[in-house]
């Protein structure tokens, strides 16, 4: 075995390393750059958002193009984006996965708002991020939804992302498997997802000699923090098979669920499209900015 030294670049990730300051720092410039260059968007005007906050995704709905190079350009399109995503770009997250739940209607209006978050990229190539070795051990997990935030078919949104020594490893957002019929119930599905989440995410840190106590879950409907912990509620009576599971979860101090305020949680950046001043608060915090 032969030692390469540093790591400065793996599948198409670029790694900076500063053992002096106790810092790791990944992006994706390069990969970006290259994305940009293919559809002819280097020079573009740097857009602030991915996707406006006020964006009507019904309109996807009315508009499907005949031609088969649109669906394949916006296919392409988005799975380079996803890339991204997976990488070191969890700003992109929400964006991307909105917008591909449109590929089998894929239209000009698709086409033209996935290129509008090339121009957020353009003007974000730098963005990084920042795995510092001071920070606290806590695993701390933030969990939010979207109730009903799919035109298609009404179901909510799911998102979260979890942080280790301050730096976010884990990230998500999907959408959940059934209708919800309040923001409770829609609060307490993406809360039993998220703790799938911790739960797997607590065993690799385990086996490290890494984790600390309980995993830290800040959510911000009260009532679904109250089901969490008391399932034995009318509401819920059609949640059979998942109604105890979080409670077991808490019992056995695998997970503590924590109030926090809807305008620090840092995962409604995972749910739907924000406004410029909450994405950029909640992606610097995303970044260890």
Known sequence: MKDMGKVSKYLGIHVKQDLDAGTVMINQRDYLRNVLASYDMLECKPARLPVDKNFTFSLLLRD???????????????????????????????????????????????????????NYVKGTLDLSLVYRRDGDEQVIGSVDSDIGGDPSDGKSTTGFVFKVFDSAVMWGSRKQPTVSKSSAEAGYIALCIATSEARWLRNILTNLDLLLGPVQMFEDNQSAIKIAKNPE?????????????????????????VYVPTNDQVADMFTKCLGNNLFAKFRDIVFNK
């Open 64 to 118: 499907k193009s005949e031609n088969q190079e649109i669906e394949s350009d916006c296919r392409k399109l988005i799975g380079s984006l996803l890339y991204a995503v997976v990488g070191s770009r969890p700003d992109l997250f929400v964006s991307v996965s909105m917008l591909s739940r449109f590929q089998n209607c894929a239209s000009k209006l698709l086409f033209e708002t996935l290129k509008n978050i090339l």
């Open 233 to 257: 509620v009318r509401k819920i009576k059609h949640l059979d098979l998942t109604k105890f599971f979080i409670k077991d979860v808490i019992d056995q101090r695998l997970i503590e669920v």
